[in-house]
């Protein structure tokens, strides 16, 4: 079975420059997710989609990041303009069904870094 | 804050020994996970334990529960230099499907 993939694997750029991250997650997979984990830290969440709707942004900064999920299946997560505080590592995972972390495990990708000059 | 915090921040042991990492959190909850997190790489799930189970075990991973004391712990026995990695416990946020994860325990094993 494949797992989750994420690219680009890593990403510099220049701050107020613009990026995307994609991720294509297990094949049936309901539940989709966004963290973000800055250097030493644990992985922090920005978003989560149930099939192709948000279930909860709460996290996001939505004056510079926004998310999508088309058809239920693959995500993209940009970020516009980026900030030196954006540098980190994005890291997609999925869950099989609906109740995501209540019943289940996460399935993580490998993750895309980030580094904002 | 809702999410788990682990303890100790750092580990360092030699291969053999085992590696204990402790887990305390603060609300009520229905189960508790352990993910294994290699640098640079994304984060593997290890073993999730239940709100009413005491003990689970899987391979050399031992994971414990007191939902009375709000804590767990995950032991590693007979450590390999490959257990080298960052041990993340994590949490349903007020038991919904939403994930939260502690600041993590890195441990490392020398050969």
């Known amino acids: 079975e494949a797992g989750v993939a994420q690219s680009p694997r890593y990403k510099i750029i220049e701050k107020r420059q613009s990026v995307a991250f994609w991720c294509n997650p297990i094949?049936?997979?309901?539940?989709l997710y966004w963290y973000q984990q800055i250097l030493g830290q644990g992985p922090k969440l920005l978003i989560q989609?149930?099939?192709?709707?948000?279930?909860?942004d709460s996290q996001l900064p939505k004056d510079r990041f926004s998310a999508e999920r088309l058809k239920g299946v693959d995500s993209t997560l940009k970020i516009q303009p980026a900030k030196l505080e954006d540098s980190a590592v994005y890291l997609c995972?999925?869950?099989?069904?609906?109740?995501?972390?209540?019943?289940?495990?996460?399935?993580f990708g490998e993750g895309s870094r980030l580094t904002v000059l | 804050s809702q999410q788990g915090e682990e303890d100790p921040q750092a580990l360092s042991i030699q291969e053999g020994e085992n590696a204990t990492m402790n887990c305390s959190y603060k609300?009520?909850?229905?189960?508790l996970q352990w993910y294994r997190q290699n640098s640079g790489r994304g984060l593997v799930h290890l073993i999730l334990i239940r709100s009413n189970e005491r003990e689970k075990h899987s391979g050399r991973l031992r994971v414990t529960l007191d939902t009375s004391k709000k804590s767990s712990s995950l032991l590693i026995t007979a450590s390999r230099a490959a257990d080298t990695a960052s041990y993340f416990c994590a949490i349903p946020y007020y038991n919904t499907d939403k994930l939260i994860f502690g600041t993590g325990t890195r441990l490392q094993v020398f050969p």
């Open positions: 609300t009520s909850i229905n189960n």
């Open positions: 094949s049936g997979h309901a539940t």
């Open positions: 989609f149930q099939n192709n709707g948000v279930v909860d």
């Open positions: 995972a999925s869950s099989l069904d609906s109740g995501g972390a209540r019943t289940g495990e996460l399935f």
